[in-house]
């Protein structure tokens, strides 16, 4: 029963909860980075350690697979946020478009990012590369090669699975598809695709491999990281997962493979900005670039970084020519296509 | 409006927090005001200013959002009204019907079952049947599709027993659908009405039933003719409730790919960056939330379930067949163990078969030290706002400060992705007007002092549970004899010695009862800390979903176990109370 002791008992475990909370909360003093960020938190930790380490400068990290972009505006000429580091240009653009983000010219990263890959006002950079490549069973599907538009071909009727079509994933792959062939062809190729889903989208890229193991369909759309994490992570059914697939690295016709790109925004009000271009200058050197291709299974942004051993297995990449910047303009457009044509219903 | 159920001369339980919160938020909601000029008397000025400032925290966020809503683009409305929301509405009433008829059906059948027969277990199933109640919805249904997938274990031994080699050749029905989402949710909201109703059979249906008897009726007949009216509102309370939470998920629709208003929310605000979109879906959403509480009312309205006698009698229950016996414990046992069994038997595999317990490391205690501080710190300030807003309205007796007393109620309602929406504008406009004066006094700046620390959270927090305190204590105070507050004020008393000295102590129950509410609805929560916690603050909630959306939901299981394990003290807590009542009443 409650009685005295217990209020008190209360209190005290309140102040000692309110004292971590406090010492938890950062502080915008001198060494110090704030970080926002949609990555998931493993893939960044080792990187982010490196960082502190060769600078001694303090990195604090949020992680919220949503909404960063809109609370920084929100948290306006105040907001503790420096960096803010997304996996998705459409993340990127949505910082630029709420009018977060701050232009950045710098030297070392124009030198190591190919002009592609960031945003001509430097605005945004992209720091890796990611395929979005077809998962394809190894026992059932033959083909070695794919065409995004060959995705909405009959033969392939029931066998599609993939993650919802408003994942930010699939909206920017949609928006290439209408820079490519325009609105109408595109919410064509969409009717197409939808009618070949084995089931309804749902779930991540993941689970596209383990329903093809399952035998629930035979390709699906998946990045290609997410097979190096499968197959050489420490979780044992993911590996049979993994293992249950090949990669095919499509591309459009007549065009390469759409890349997406994860990258990193200075805010407009960033309280430490010299350390903000720190940590993303030094997110584009070769030390952390081999990161993200070893640890992360992506593809390195700047020139000359080896891709993993198991990434190169898949082929070589071929990105399409289109600029990151040109399809990102086309997100909006993108998403309203998938709700008309009820691709997730 | 009356308030039909009554499980206990002191202490509250669940199902009493049920019709409490239900109360305050009908009230708050429709019944009309007259106001008057005068102040009110008799309750410190200090007391009715927070009680009315607590009103107004609560109405600022649902402001903040009507006003977003109105600003932003009406172009951008005609594609949502044409895209988006009939989808979002369509599968959102799905989703409703299905959890209202399922937790229905159980809730009131489970309990008619344990109340009215005699069965093997029955004793132990009436104290296992709300255990559900401690599992979130969203870790259910990540277990659920670890389970019942494709690759999960049950069709895995399926195919190997029968031989097939590929989903395809065979028909399971698929876990990652609405019927699923029907089902997680229902396994795990069903105790709502089974609360409620198992109280109302229990105090009310003892002389009915031997009257009905007595007329003749049979089995059936007593629980169509006598049950079922009875269990109406019960049935409208514990059905409003489940309901209000099937929409407030996010988590576990998102995850089972069901395109509710919640989620459409969601995507609508971050995959096409429309704050303004966003806050309009969720005023159609308050709409519907507005649906349920009428839908609620009315299920009550005049129905007044006075007691015939002073003392009510505990029903004598009638025993079953043997086989009867057998098929009533079963249909028991099944809400059981699909709401609670199967979590929490996955939740132990995966902690002993991975070695979790071994990994604990500085950063789960920490995560786990946020997590136990955050809930204190809403639970106290959520219990101390909740006395004065409920005490000053029992002395002033004033319109204004019930009022205030029916504005706490509302947040319960407000789902917790739309409360933080619209928490997010008047937080940083406060921050803002905070930065102004210290810039004006020192020249420096000072930053997001209640966005940028955990205060934002513990506010939001506060919004959103603060009706559970103020129904339970409400329900505590009514029960105060008047006689007992004469006779202090006739002795001299002052109306803080009356609260301090005589209030305070004869609601120690309540106010246990409701702290431990709060306490562990606050651990669950998860929409709003998603949003608004500030820098390098996790939760266990938090913990578990940034798993789970790393396709690693296994490696959350000590999370996710720790937050059930903790909803479990107060469920049983507040059960065994309640059952040790009513065993206690006289039996008939």
């Known amino acids: ?345 | 409006m009356h308030r039909p159920i009554e499980t206990s001369p002191r202490a509250p339980g669940r199902g009493e927090r049920v019709s409490g919160v239900a109360h305050m938020i009908s009230t708050a909601l429709t019944r009309p005001r007259i106001w008057r000029t005068t102040l009110p008397r008799g309750v410190p000025a200090w007391a009715v200013a927070v009680a009315v400032a607590v009103a107004g925290l609560v109405v600022a966020p649902l402001v903040s959002l009507v006003l977003t809503a109105l600003s932003a683009d009406l172009s951008g409305w005609a594609r949502l009204a044409a895209d988006v929301l009939p989808v979002a509405l369509m599968e959102t009433a799905s989703l409703l019907l299905g959890v209202a008829v399922v937790t229905g059906v159980v809730g009131i059948g489970t309990a008619w079952l344990v109340t009215a027969h005699c069965f093997p277990g029955r004793r132990v199933l009436a104290w296992l049947l709300p255990l559900p109640l401690a599992v979130p919805a969203y870790i259910t249904a990540y277990i659920y599709v670890e389970i019942f997938d494709a690759a999960g274990p049950v069709q895995m031994a399926l195919r190997g027993w029968l031989g097939f080699r590929s989903r395809g050749e065979y028909w399971f029905p698929e876990i990652r659908s609405l019927g699923g989402c029907i089902l997680v949710m229902s396994a795990v909201l069903y105790p709502y009405v089974y609360l409620s109703a198992r109280a109302m059979f229990l105090t009310q249906s003892a002389c009915m039933m031997e009257v009905a008897r007595t007329l003749g009726a049979g089995r059936f007949e007593l629980f169509r003719t006598v049950a079922l009216p009875l269990a109406r509102p019960a049935l409208a309370v514990g059905l409003s409730l489940a309901l209000l939470e099937a929409l407030n998920d996010i988590g576990a629709s998102e995850y089972l790919g069901v395109r509710t208003l919640t989620v459409s929310i969601y995507t609508t605000w971050l995959n096409r960056g429309s704050l303004g979109g966003a806050a309009q879906i969720a005023c159609v959403m308050l709409v519907v939330v507005l649906g349920l509480i009428w839908l609620e009312r009315h299920g009550r309205a005049d129905r007044r379930y006075g007691l015939s006698t002073r003392r009510p009698r505990v029903a004598q229950p009638t025993p079953l067949t043997p086989g009867g016996g057998l098929l009533a414990a079963l249909a028991c046992a099944i809400p059981v163990a699909l709401g609670f069994g199967l979590p929490f038997g996955f939740l132990v595999r995966e902690i002993m078969s991975r070695g979790l317990v071994a990994q604990i490391d500085a950063a789960f205690l920490r995560h786990l030290g946020t997590t136990v501080g955050l809930a204190f710190a809403a639970t106290l300030a959520a219990l101390a706002l909740a006395v004065v807003v409920v005490t000053a309205a029992r002395f002033a007796r004033h319109r204004l400060t019930e009022a205030t007393r029916a504005i706490a109620g509302v947040g319960y309602a407000v789902p917790g992705t739309v409360l933080a929406l619209g928490l997010l504008g008047p937080l940083v406009t406060f921050d803002e007007g905070l930065n102004a004066v210290w810039r004006w006094a020192t020249g420096g700046r000072l930053g997001l002092v209640v966005m940028g620390s955990a205060a934002g959270l513990v506010i939001a927090y506060v919004i959103r549970f603060l009706p559970i305190a103020t129904g339970s204590l409400g329900a505590g105070l009514d029960r105060v004899s008047a006689g007992i507050e004469d006779a202090a004020r006739t002795l001299g008393a002052r109306p803080r010695e009356l609260v301090m000295r005589v209030q305070l102590p004869l609601l120690r129950p309540a106010l246990a009862s409701a702290g431990l509410l709060v306490f562990v609805d606050t651990l669950k929560e998860l929409p709003a800390t998603l949003l608004l916690r500030p820098l390098n603050v996790e939760t266990l909630a938090t913990l578990v979903y940034g798993h789970a959306s790393r396709g690693a939901f296994e490696d959350g299981a000590l999370a996710a176990m720790v937050i059930v394990l903790v909803g479990l003290w107060p469920v049983m807590r507040l059960t065994r109370g309640a059952e040790a009542r009513m065993r206690a009443a006289p039996a008939g």
Not at chain 1, 96 to 113: F, R, Y
Request: hydrophobic share 40%; charged share 25%; net charge neutral.
């Open chain 1, 1 to 345: 029963m409650p009685n005295a002791s217990f209020v008190r008992r209360s209190l005290l475990a309140a102040l000692a909860g309110c004292a971590m909370l406090g010492a938890a909360a950062p502080a915008s003093a001198q060494g110090v980075v704030n970080v926002y960020t949609n990555r998931e938190p493993g893939l960044y930790s080792a990187t982010l350690d490196e960082f502190t380490k060769a600078t001694g400068i303090k990195v604090n990290a949020i992680f919220s697979e949503q909404g960063l972009a809109e609370r920084i505006r929100a948290e306006g000429a105040n907001s503790p946020a420096d960096v803010l580091i997304t996996v998705d240009i459409g993340r990127l653009q949505e910082a630029v478009d709420l009018g977060i983000a701050q232009p950045l010219q710098s030297k070392e990263l124009q030198q190591n990012i190919p002009a592609q890959f960031r945003d001509p006002d430097g605005l945004w950079h992209a720091l890796s590369l990611r395929a979005r490549t077809v998962y394809a069973s190894k026992d059932r599907v033959t083909d070695k090669a794919i065409t995004y538009e060959g995705l909405a071909d009959p033969k392939w009727k029931g066998k599609i699975c993939t993650r919802s079509f408003q994942h930010q994933y699939n909206i920017a792959l949609v928006a290439a598809f209408i820079v490519k062939h325009g609105e109408a062809k595109t919410e064509e190729w969409l009717r197409g695709v939808k009618a070949n889903l084995a089931k309804r989208p749902s779930g991540g890229d993941r689970d596209v491999a383990k329903d093809i193991l399952a035998g629930v369909c035979d390709i699906g759309l998946g990045n290609q990281y997410y097979v190096g994490l499968m197959r050489e992570g420490q979780n044992a059914d993911q590996k049979k997962w993994g293992e249950a697939i090949n990669v095919i690295l499509p591309t459009f016709e007549n065009g390469g493979t759409h890349i997406n790109v994860s990258g990193a925004v200075l805010t407009k009000n960033a309280p430490n900005r010299e350390n903000a271009v720190k940590l993303i200058e030094y997110m584009t050197t070769p030390e952390a670039q081999r990161v993200f291709a070893d640890i992360n299974y992506e593809y390195p942004v700047r020139p000359g970084i080896p891709v993993n051993k198991l990434v190169a297995s898949f082929g070589d990449l071929k990105p399409d020519s289109m600029t990151v910047a040109e399809l990102a303009k086309m997100r909006g457009k993108a998403a309203e296509l998938v709700d008309k044509v009820g691709v997730d219903r």
